[in-house]
């Protein structure tokens, strides 16, 4: 089935330890999104890639790194740097970059102990 | 700016009962699209219903619609027949280049 994968979906990260959430799609899609979800802030994008070995960072990209080698993977590091990583993470990817229905992943629960 | 407001935390609707969940918005483009998003649960985020702003006819998907209000920038959902897999949280969003999503709606329906 076609779709997007994320992975894992729960992760524990000690504080100041680097980590990767993987995100993978087989739509072919040329956009692809990470977002970060928290309690009542409702969805805000933290880095966004319209096409192969391109990306531009969204409203919060601070602590956050991205690479987009390929047209289906899209990881996202959250780094060391990022103040406040524990929340969950969302992954999407749609056609184009604009007014095109967004396809999302199940998601990736990070939490830092 | 860009901004998009879900005045509404929480709601609740009775089975087969109907349910208005209300969204604001603010952009100075003339050419955006408006959506409205699901989220069980289960957690993955799917789409309710997709309006474009030139479009003034209401978008409808079954027993979900919208309505329009572009000069008020308007976009309310409404859910007809509500079921109890409706439960979710609800955002609107809105993409003028750049899409931006409300704070969301936790929409609870009672059997």
């Known amino acids: 089935d076609g779709g997007i994968t994320q992975s894992p979906k729960y992760l524990f990260r000690k504080e100041g330890q680097n980590v990767t959430l993987s995100c993978e799609q087989n739509?072919?899609?040329?956009?692809m999104y990470w977002y970060r979800q928290d309690p009542g802030q409702g969805l805000r994008l933290i880095y966004y890639?319209?096409?192969?070995?391109?990306?531009q960072k969204g409203d919060i990209a601070e602590g956050y790194s991205v690479s987009r080698e390929k047209k289906e993977s899209f990881p996202l590091t959250v780094t060391s740097a990022q103040k406040n990583p524990t929340a969950f993470y969302l992954c999407?990817?749609?056609?184009?970059?604009?007014?095109?229905?967004?396809?999302f992943g199940e998601g990736s629960r990070l939490t830092v102990l | 700016a860009q901004t998009v407001t879900q005045s509404q935390p929480e709601m609740s609707v009775q089975e087969a009962e109907t349910v208005t969940l209300s969204c604001t918005y603010d952009?100075?483009?003339?050419?955006?699209?408006l959506f409205w998003y699901k989220q069980p649960p289960s957690r993955q985020m799917i789409l309710v219903i997709r309006?474009?702003?030139?479009?003034?006819q209401n978008a409808t998907e079954n027993r979900f619609s919208v309505n329009f209000q572009k000069a008020a920038k308007s976009f309310s959902l409404k859910i007809s027949d509500s079921q109890l897999g409706d439960t979710a949280m609800y955002f609107c969003?809105?993409?003028?280049?750049?899409?931006?999503f409300g704070t969301g709606t936790r929409l609870t329906v009672i059997p």
């Open positions: 999407a990817s749609s056609i184009g970059p604009f007014g095109g229905e967004l396809f």
């Open positions: 739509l072919n899609h040329d956009a």
């Open positions: 890639s319209q096409i192969v070995n391109d990306f």
């Open positions: 952009t100075s483009e003339n050419n955006y699209y």
């Open positions: 309006q474009e702003a030139y479009k003034q």
């Open positions: 969003a809105s993409d003028s280049n750049n899409l931006f």
